[in-house]
């Protein structure tokens, strides 16, 4: 059984078929669902409790979902993806890590980091 439930937020299309081909393959890594709507997602997170969600954002911005997220969640991880080839890993703590990525697979690594099991 996987360890690690990964949500998928409002990702552009062509992100979340390569992180779920990326993660496919993965015994520990499964994807539990996708939610494009904020409401819809942060309903998602506890439904099917999640460890991780991953959605977009803008270069060096905090989207507003993972305030939330965390707030509603604490528990929860999420995973920021930028266009320009980095994501950003917020957890109840007050550190952020940020990690770059160029391939769908090493996107899936820094989900499977997200969760502490590669730190």
């Not at 997170?45 to 965390?70: E, F, K, M, N, S």
Request: avoid cysteine; proline fraction near 6%; glycine fraction near 8%.
């Amino acid at each position: 059984m996987p360890s690690i439930r990964v949500l998928l937020g409002a990702l552009p299309a062509t992100v979340r078929n390569a992180i779920s081909a990326a993660v496919d393959g993965w015994a520990d890594v499964e994807v539990v669902g996708v939610a494009d709507r904020p409401a819809e997602l942060l309903r998602a997170a506890g439904a099917l409790d999640a460890d991780v969600v991953v959605v977009a954002t803008v270069a060096g911005g905090l989207p507003g979902i993972a305030t939330h997220l965390i707030d509603q969640y604490p528990e929860i991880r999420v995973l920021a993806v930028t266009g320009a080839g980095t994501a950003l890993s917020y957890r109840l703590r007050p550190q952020l890590d940020e990690v770059s990525f160029a391939t769908p697979d090493e996107l899936a690594a820094a989900i499977r980091a997200s969760d502490g099991l590669d730190m």
